[in-house]
């Protein structure tokens, strides 16, 4: 793992890519801390917290675009495989690479935390708490944005999948609201919940197969029918629970806590959890690659 994170590391800056991503995190930050904590004479940097993880939507995929695409890309993926080390080794020292440029950006924070208290004394536990926040959130984004990086072969693709998914993470709430939650109920008003259910799942089952099938035996059918079996019988079932779920499962909600100061350690967990399933992912995805 400790050679696959010293390449990675190294790459980043034997390409533009990490160059690029440092400037236009510091160039957004000084922007928001100017705007939102210098312009009005405040020590509150909660503003540019906020508007940080917006820009980490566009940057993330950025940074993460080219771990594991370019490999299959440039069909150095096989050599990769093959070396004397575990999957979870090759994507954890990706991952970190990634994470440790991150946090170089992150970084950029602490020296507008210093500046500020060259004018007046800040709330630095308050600010603690939010660096760490970015940094469970960074941390969850690239995960996303490595696994949507196995998924593909085309960097630019590998990029916009990972914009569309992490803008999906951050508006869920948004999602859940819109989301009519009944209308599997109006589709189907005269029976039960549980008949609801069945019948949902019974024809989902019937479209996954079908699409197996015709595909071509892809695997991605069977997965993307076991998440749709989930979140449709979830509709059919418990259809008023679905805008709260999508509330608990934003990235936006677990995250704006931690800008006020608010250390909760479910949301600490919550950003834990979704990058250790999403790398669990991505070695499945290598797994199956190993052996196709």
Do not use: H
């Not at 510091?26 to 312009?39: H, I, K, M, Q, W």
């Not at 954890?92 to 007046?120: E, P």
């Not at 708490?129 to 490595?146: C, H, R």
């Amino acid at each position: 793992m400790g050679a696959i994170f010293r390449r990675e590391t190294l790459s980043y800056f034997t390409s533009p890519i990490g160059y690029i991503f440092l400037a236009a995190f510091y160039a957004f930050s000084a922007f928001s801390f100017t705007s939102n904590s210098l312009r009005y004479g405040t020590t509150k940097m909660d503003g540019m917290f906020q508007q940080i993880m917006i820009i980490l939507i566009v940057l993330i995929p950025i940074l993460t675009m080219r771990t594991l695409s370019e490999e299959k890309k440039n069909r150095t993926d096989q050599c990769l495989l093959t070396a004397p080390v575990s999957l979870g080794g090759i994507v954890a020292g990706k991952f970190l690479a990634a994470l440790l440029i991150y946090a170089l950006g992150v970084a950029i924070t602490l020296v507008y935390a210093v500046v500020i208290s060259a004018f007046a004394a800040p709330d630095w536990s308050v600010i603690t708490g939010n660096i760490v926040g970015l940094m469970l959130l960074g941390a969850a984004f690239i995960a996303v944005g490595m696994f949507c990086s196995s998924l593909t072969e085309n960097q630019v693709v590998s990029a916009v999948l990972s914009f569309i998914a992490l803008i999906a993470l951050y508006m869920l709430s948004t999602i859940g609201d819109v989301i009519p939650s009944d209308f599997i109920e109006q589709l189907l008003p005269d029976l039960g919940a549980v008949w609801r259910t069945i019948i949902t799942e019974v024809v989902v089952i019937a479209v996954t197969l079908l699409c197996f099938f015709l595909l071509g035996r892809k695997a991605g059918a069977i997965i993307i029918g076991f998440v749709a079996m989930l979140v449709l019988g979830l509709f059919a079932a418990k259809g008023e629970l679905v805008p709260v779920i999508f509330e608990k499962l934003s990235f936006w909600e677990r995250y704006v806590g931690f800008t006020y100061g608010l250390f909760d350690l479910s949301n600490a967990l919550f950003f834990i959890s979704a990058s250790v399933v999403f790398l669990f992912l991505t070695v499945r995805v290598l797994e199956k690659r190993r052996w196709a």
